[in-house]
């Protein structure tokens, strides 16, 4: 998997998981939050932009990004289900490579681009169900800026 770093450039997934343990090693004694969220845009192609985030709790973050191009996914319904899968597949490779390396402590949270106003109202349980059925935190909007602020950011 190839992420970008907007202060650091391209980097594999080894970097990306090697540098976010980096960060939190640098104030080992603050809070530290981790998300994933994806976000989608539909065009000729549909984008999904999957943002990796570390949350310094109240002192800013450090984010990575990929960015994958899919065709014939139009439907806002299989759009939403493959962003919020993911995310979970992002999330779980995350979460079993941090443990590896002995990591078993971060807090992890899922961002879903859905909330109760508009289109994705219908789809919450089914989508925060999948979610917490798989063991993670799930957020939807206005909760859920990994993927409506961080990876839309990157759809466009």
């Given amino acids: 998997m ?8 391209a980097m594999i997934w080894e970097e990306v998981v090697d540098d976010l ?20 845009q ?5 984008y999904f932009v999957t943002a990796v985030v570390v949350h310094r ?31 979970l597949e992002t999330a779980s490779k995350l979460t079993q490579d941090l443990a590896a390396k002995g990591h078993t402590e971060l807090d992890l949270e899922i961002h879903l681009d859905i909330g109760r106003n508009g289109e994705t109202k219908e789809m919450i349980r ?4 999948m979610i917490t059925g798989s063991g993670f935190d799930a957020k939807i909007k206005p909760y859920s800026c990994g993927a409506s602020t961080v990876a839309d950011k990157y759809t466009k």
């Fill in 2 to 9: 190839h992420f970008t770093s907007p202060t650091k450039g």
């Fill in 21 to 40: 343990l980096a960060y939190i090693a640098e104030e080992p004694e603050l809070s530290y939050k981790l998300i994933i969220g994806t976000d989608s």
């Fill in 42 to 46: 539909v065009r000729e192609e549909t």
């Fill in 57 to 87: 709790v109240g002192k800013g973050a450090r984010y990575y990004y990929r960015r994958k191009m899919y065709e014939n996914i139009k439907s806002l319904r299989q759009r939403i289900f493959m962003e919020a899968a993911t995310s």
């Fill in 126 to 129: 089914d989508i925060v169900g």
